[in-house]
C-alpha cells in the first residue's frame, strides 16, 4: 500500500492558500517532524485539510468577485 504523500499535496495548492495559513501550518509541520512525527502522521494530514479549506474558501471568494464585476452577482443594483 503506498504512504500518503501529504506534503506534496500542500505544495500542489500552496499557491491558492494565503501566505499567514501557508506559513502556519508550515511551522506546525515542521515542528511535528522535528519533535518525531513522521509526514504521513494523521496530523500533518489534517494539517493540509485545513490549508484545503483555505485554498477553497479561497477559490469561492474569487468566483463571487468575478460574477460581481460581470453584473451577475447578487448585490447588482437595479436601475
Known amino acids: 500500500m503506498l504512504q500518503p504523500n501529504y506534503l506534496a499535496e500542500l505544495e ?3 499557491d491558492q492558500v494565503p501566505l499567514v495559513v ?3 501550518v508550515n511551522n506546525r509541520i ?3 517532524i522535528l519533535s518525531g512525527g ?3 502522521d ?3 494530514k489534517q494539517k493540509v485539510e485545513y490549508a484545503k479549506m483555505w485554498a477553497e474558501r479561497g ?3 474569487n468566483e463571487q468577485i468575478r460574477a460581481r464585476k460581470s453584473g ?3 448585490n447588482q443594483q437595479q436601475t
Open 12 to 14: 500542489a495548492i500552496s
Open 22 to 24: 501557508l506559513e502556519d
Open 30 to 32: 515542521r515542528d511535528w
Open 38 to 40: 513522521n509526514a504521513t
Open 42 to 44: 494523521n496530523y500533518v
Open 59 to 61: 477559490a469561492k471568494e
Open 72 to 74: 451577475h452577482g447578487n
